[in-house]
T-cell receptor, first 110, second 115 residues
């Protein structure tokens, strides 16, 4: 199955810094989702995007649906220690199948 | 008020055994999924059911057999377990609202270790 490319693969940042990560696909998607996975837990949905160019925020998190429909971006402002985890993007063409990114592991140093 | 629940959370078993993992969602969703997450954290779709009908069946050994008794449940039965089956298995569900808006929610995972 298709796997989306996420970058960076891992990040180590100081508390208070802003974070940016992205996800790219070789094909066009109609939906982009961003998830966070804490150790020992399942992925938790953070933000859903449904329209090219759409910019959506959830607290300190902001995600964008790229205008080419082949990419998406997630920004976290003023990071805090509980932001630690693995962030996954997921995209859907039509139908029910979601394709997942390779994940970005975030470490926040207090 | 758990949205997507899975049992058991941990499963340790011997090679060659048969085991089942259960999943239930109380979100009223019409589609359910099984994913496998390997040690590198890659999430791979295994199966998807929509209204109890199998719609996605990725290249998965036929030792894995999903069963959906109703829209709220999707169980996964694994025969003749192998060492390589050790992974975390996630159940998920989704529902397409009007205008094709769809989100997907995950269960807490079942950690399977085959010895």
């Amino acid at each position: 199955g298709q796997q989306l490319n996420q970058s960076p693969q891992s990040m180590f940042i100081q508390e208070g810094e802003d974070v940016s990560m992205n996800c790219t696909s070789s094909s066009i998607f109609n939906t982009w989702l961003w998830y966070k996975q804490d150790p020992g837990e399942g992925p938790v949905l953070l933000i859903a995007l449904y329209k090219a160019g759409e910019l959506t925020s959830n607290g300190r998190l902001t995600a964008q649906f790229g205008i080419t429909r082949k990419d998406s971006f997630l920004n976290i402002s003023a990071s805090i220690p509980s932001d630690v985890g693995i962030y996954f993007c997921a995209g859907r063409h039509t139908g029910n199948q979601f394709y997942f990114g390779t994940g970005t592991s975030l470490t926040v140093i207090p | 008020d758990t949205a997507v629940s899975q049992t058991p959370k941990y499963l340790v078993t011997q090679m060659g055994n048969d085991k089942s993992i259960k999943c239930e969602q109380n979100l009223g969703h019409d589609t359910m999924y099984w994913y496998k997450q390997d040690s590198k954290k890659f999430l791979k779709i295994m199966f998807s059911y929509n209204n109890k009908e199998l719609i996605i069946n990725e290249t998965v050994p036929n030792r894995f057999s999903p069963k959906s008794p109703d829209k709220a449940h999707l169980n996964l039965h694994i025969n003749s377990l192998e060492l390589g089956d050790s992974a975390v298995y996630f159940c998920a569900s989704s529902h397409r609202t009007s205008g094709s808006l769809e989100t997907q929610y995950f269960g807490p995972g079942t950690r399977l270790l085959v010895l």
